[in-house]
């Protein structure tokens, strides 16, 4: 009689930001030795506390656990829905199947690194680790630092030893099949979960679906569209927000439904003009540098990086508040950006940019307001890149945009939305006008805004604030905050 192996105990995969099958290092190691796997998903807001999923992320995030779950099942090992503490949770799956070994990618939130940490005491008590891997991003933050040994304050040099040290290795494939393990009672369900709006709540975010497919395929079907269609023109039309001129991966990206080792190689092998690729690479290298900082100034979500901006004099307005997150500023760039963020979970680059500058510049808001509704609004809601990009803009990160370079709302605007075409498809009530003043509408003429059904002030509004005043009243702030003593 010849005796029968033992399979090898089971391992527990926690599936964290890394929502895919392909390239998940963490899969692929809970898979050696030809273990069955029981993969597990969490929702633990406890352990996120202020930063927590948004409305717009969890809308996100169900579509994203259902792809994976389908795509678990299909392999041969559905996903576990779980809810509550990590640490609580985890260990007892763990012990329930007799896990030998438990894989996660790498979480580099505050919060999430105090989660692994938790998580990773809890099983030691029961005698059992926590293996972490890289899935999220290119390159480790922690023991890489420039020249010096420090770690990277400066864009520049971040993405330039990056680019030198040559393409990353190449992703790996998606597993045929995933032996699973029977799991043990109790999961939730997707519903269950209740990650959607509530019923009888007014559901903003009914039209996201006609716009976005979140999963693992929809995010190998957005890469396929942009490396065919826009990568090649991406230098030139990457700043027109009227036109889909960038890739809109970052929300599959912020889930981890493809990594950015996957993106590098896609776009290498399309074979557009190099300098469009290098472009569009050095994009993706912004997310890996906000990453970067995040890991080593844990509290850049918080507060300013650079610590005079503690003492700046900001002006708390709710009013003004509510006219920027509703899009009623006046300034029709603006407007238009912030009413593509709440109709479709999502804003054009250039146009993050000038609405957060108005924010911050002319309306004196703090800059943490503007990063919370962004936060709670937009799908790719990114606690690295968010506040990377909002202390930029601010001025006040380590690698920020002087404080005193303003953008003008309305010259960004003329140059970068020319004919007024996203102005147009987003404020609706200003269609008719001219595309000499479809950014100044304050300065068409009466009969032409009469023409055009546009009242000012009653159907669309005055500026909040007249550029220049705002202009004057920011430099000034910051003028006083310069100054010793
Ligand atoms: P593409 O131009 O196609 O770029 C490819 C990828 O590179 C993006 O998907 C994204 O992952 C990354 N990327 C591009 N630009 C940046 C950048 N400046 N910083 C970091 N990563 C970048 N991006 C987020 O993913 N989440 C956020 O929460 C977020 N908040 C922002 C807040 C402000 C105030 C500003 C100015 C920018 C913010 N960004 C954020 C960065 C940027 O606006 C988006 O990544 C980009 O608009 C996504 O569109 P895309 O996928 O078409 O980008």
Avoid at 165 to 180: C, E, K, N, T
Avoid at 270 to 295: N, Q, S, V
Avoid at 360 to 386: C, I, R, Y
Wanted: glycine share 10%.
């Amino acid at each position: 009689m010849t005796a029968i192996a033992a399979s090898p105990a089971p391992a527990l995969l926690w599936f964290r930001h890394d929502l895919r099958l392909a390239d998940h290092r963490a899969l692929a190691a809970a898979l050696a030795g030809g273990r069955r796997v029981l993969p597990v998903f969490v929702l633990d807001d406890e352990a996120a506390g202020d930063w927590a999923h948004g409305g717009a992320a969890r809308w996100w995030l169900k579509g994203s656990l259902d792809s994976l779950g389908r795509s678990l099942a299909a392999r041969g090992a559905p996903l576990l829905l779980a809810r509550g503490r990590a640490e609580t949770v985890i260990p007892a799956l763990a012990a329930a199947i007799g896990a030998a070994e438990i894989h996660a990618g790498r979480g580099y939130e505050p919060w999430a690194r105090e989660q692994s940490r938790r998580v990773h005491e809890a099983l030691r008590e029961a005698g059992r680790a926590l293996a972490l891997h890289t899935t999220a991003i290119l390159r480790e933050p922690h023991g890489f630092g420039s020249g010096s040994g420090k770690p990277y304050a400066v864009y520049s040099p971040f993405a330039k030893t990056l680019l030198a040290a040559g393409d990353p290795p190449p992703p790996l494939p998606a597993p045929d099949r995933i032996p699973g393990v029977e799991a043990p009672a109790g999961g939730e369900t997707l519903d269950s979960l209740a990650l959607y709006p509530v019923r009888g709540e007014p559901d903003w975010a009914r039209g996201f679906g006609a716009l976005w497919q979140p999963g693992e395929e929809g995010a190998a079907a957005r890469l396929s569209r942009f490396t065919a269609r826009a990568l090649g023109r991406y230098d030139s039309d990457r700043n027109l927000p009227g036109i889909e001129g960038s890739s809109g991966l970052s929300p599959h990206l912020r889930w981890g439904e493809i990594s950015p080792v996957q993106v590098w190689h896609a776009a290498r092998a399309a074979g557009a003009a190099a300098g469009a690729t290098e472009t569009f690479l050095k994009e993706i290298l912004w997310r890996e540098f906000a990453y970067h900082l995040l890991w080593h100034r844990p509290e850049m979500p918080a507060r300013a990086l650079r610590g005079e901006f503690d003492a700046f004099p900001w002006v708390p307005d709710q009013a003004l508040l509510t006219a920027w997150q509703q899009g009623r500023t006046g300034y029709p760039i603006v407007d238009a950006g912030m009413r593509q963020l709440w109709r479709t979970g999502w804003m054009h680059n250039r146009v993050r940019m000038i609405a957060a500058s108005l924010l911050v510049k002319h309306l004196m808001q703090p800059w943490q307001a503007g990063e919370a509704w962004f936060h709670d609004t937009l799908v790719d809601a990114d606690l690295a890149s968010n506040s990377a990009s909002w202390q930029w803009v601010a001025g006040c990160g380590t690698d920020a945009a002087p404080y005193f370079r303003v953008f003008n709302p309305v010259l960004q605007g003329e140059k970068f939305d020319p004919e007024g075409a996203y102005v147009r498809r987003f404020v609706p009530e200003l269609a008719k006008l001219p595309a000499a003043f479809i950014h100044k509408p304050w300065e068409a003429p009466a009969g032409i805004l009469a023409g055009c059904g546009i009242r000012l002030g009653a159907s669309y509004p005055r500026p909040v604030v007249e550029h220049a005043e705002g202009r004057a009243r920011a430099l000034a702030a910051f003028a006083a905050l310069r100054k010793p003593g």
